[in-house]
């Protein structure tokens, strides 16, 4: 049957939970002359709006019972929507059992994530799990070419439009689209339930796994022109401020880079605490180029800038608290990419307005460093699973195992430094010193490496600012790993660290500690490493 004899709809169930558009849709189709069937607390919305309704159980003959549980589930139910209307057998089934035609489904599901998402007991959860509405939507789903089927209201005027352009009747582009919305609608619905009973069991890492989102938006491109990309968004976003769920004030919009770089920076911003002083982070291709403590965020800012100045040109700035005028101005001064906080003043939302394709993005809070979950990767023909690093060293978990022992200031840098590596491409060698970073080596293929190129961006970043000596004199310096040998902690040395923090684990540790007392190095060891790849 095509569209052009498609005959208009007569005949609609609608029963949802999210009544939103409710009304104004049940009255188009009254007005259309389409007879509408309804459940429970929809029936009584649209009756009290005076909108004629046929109850379900009128309609089947059937009454609701078990709570509720059984009223749609029924031949005259799924008969008059899985009957195909071109099929005289289906047809004569229908007469010889008195099932309607139902042309029309409008269903969302029980808020089940919602209640979960509420901390609500099992039984609770248990009991708002859908069952019928999962099965008109699959059998009206199945059935697109004769049936239209709405699980969300944002459809709503889409197949108003379409009933008006096609006297009655709907496009078959537009069932069959609605139709995959449908069949999506219910796998991550059943995903979600899925998940939650696998937590509800302890099963960290179940036998299967259902992986679904929300596409927040298509992307120009992914990370190389020639690559398609698009951004989108897990439910339990919800829960975790970040990328996902801040609200972008100005600016174009975040390409996939983009994404990738601030979803960087301000899990690494978050790693600190605002009761302990404003912290700024600066990441260019998700690695950090500065990252710095101070009294205010214009303070840390230029201390973060200053660690490698030429890289955070283009960057992306991620704060700890809100942002202010006076910072607002000094990152105003050199062109920016992003920028993400919790807050920001009315001064300086005007300020960053006159950049006009400066993103300024404003979360609500910081992410919890300390917050149990997964991340999750994909290789050729399948995925790696992992427990986010939410590792955190304190003084306690430090080792001393030099002869000299860390003044207290560098065991602050120490910290520091090491909360840094954790988010620095491995291999990561992290310089720190007064709580900034002053040289930073990342994702080289051996260590010793890292710590040189860290040493020379340094050395560069202190001549562009006509210091005297290096930045690297005085500082601490953090391994996201072991010291395989003592090469890199002699580099270090070299440069004029006075502290070092790392793993341990090496069959060299000897070696390396033996390396470190020679050079009156302080040296702790954490007993946990921080890699990155």
């Not at 990370?223 to 339990?236: I, M």
């Not at 310089?431 to 260590?447: E, F, L, N, P, W």
Request: glycine share 8%.
């Amino acid at each position: 049957m095509n569209n052009s004899n498609m005959p208009p709809i007569k005949r609609a169930l609608l029963s949802v939970s999210d009544k939103k558009g409710l009304v104004e849709f049940g009255q188009f189709l009254a007005k259309q002359g389409v007879e509408i069937l309804s459940t429970g607390g929809s029936a009584k919305t649209l009756a009290a709006a005076g909108v004629s309704v046929t109850e379900v159980s009128s309609h089947t003959g059937f009454p609701e019972m078990m709570d509720g549980r059984v009223k749609t589930l029924h031949p005259k139910i799924h008969g008059g929507l899985l009957a195909l209307r071109d099929n005289n057998a289906h047809i004569q089934a229908m007469t010889d059992h008195d099932i309607a035609n139902i042309d029309l489904l409008v269903v969302n599901l029980y808020p089940f994530e919602e209640t979960v998402e509420k901390g609500a007991d099992f039984d609770n959860c248990i009991e708002n799990i859908d069952i019928g509405g999962p099965a008109m939507i699959r059998s009206a789903a199945k059935n697109h070419r004769f049936v239209t089927v709405i699980v969300e209201a944002s459809d709503y005027e889409a197949v108003k439009n379409s009933m008006v352009e096609n006297k009655g009747a709907t496009s078959p582009e537009l069932r069959q689209r609605l139709a995959a919305r449908a069949f999506a609608r219910t796998a991550s619905y059943d995903a979600a339930i899925s998940s939650w009973f696998a937590k509800q069991l302890g099963e960290t890492y179940p036998d299967r796994i259902n992986i679904t989102a929300e596409r927040r938006q298509l992307l120009r491109y992914g990370e190389n022109p020639h690559q398609d990309a698009a951004f989108y968004v897990a439910r339990s976003a919800s829960v975790r401020p970040g990328i996902a769920t801040a609200r972008q004030i100005q600016g174009k919009e975040l390409s996939y880079n983009n994404l990738n770089d601030t979803d960087a920076a301000f899990e690494l911003v978050s790693e600190f605490d605002p009761k302990y002083g404003p912290a700024v982070a600066i990441i260019k291709h998700a690695n950090p180029c500065g990252v710095a403590q101070g009294r205010t965020l214009t303070e840390a800012y230029n201390r973060a800038l200053l660690c490698d100045p030429t890289s955070a040109f283009g960057g992306i700035i991620a704060l700890n608290g809100t942002l202010d005028a006076a910072t607002a101005e000094e990152i105003a001064k050199i062109f920016t990419e992003v920028v993400i906080a919790p807050d920001a003043d009315d001064a300086a939302i005007k300020i960053m307005g006159a950049k006009k394709n400066l993103r300024l993005l404003l979360t609500g809070g910081l992410a919890d460093p300390r917050t149990a979950g997964q991340i999750i990767k994909s290789v050729a023909g399948g995925y790696l699973l992992q427990a986010r690093d939410n590792g955190k060293i304190t003084l306690d978990d430090l080792k001393v195992v030099t002869e000299r022992k860390p003044t207290e200031q560098e065991l602050k840098d120490l910290l520091f430094a090491f909360t840094v590596c954790k988010h620095v491409k491995s291999n990561a060698i992290i310089y720190v010193k007064d709580g900034a970073t002053v040289g930073i080596g990342a994702g080289q293929m051996s260590r010793v490496d890292s710590a040189r190129v860290a040493v020379r961006k340094s050395e560069d970043a202190s001549t562009l600012a006509g210091l005297p000596l290096a930045m690297t004199k005085g500082s601490v310096v953090a391994s996201d790993a072991f010291f395989p040998f003592a090469d890199g902690l002699i580099h270090a040395a070299e440069a004029g660290v006075t502290a070092v923090i790392q793993p341990g684990g090496s069959m060299r540790d000897d070696e390396v500690i033996a390396a470190a007392n020679e050079r009156g190095l302080a040296m702790v060891m954490t007993g946990m490493r921080h890699f990155r790849h």
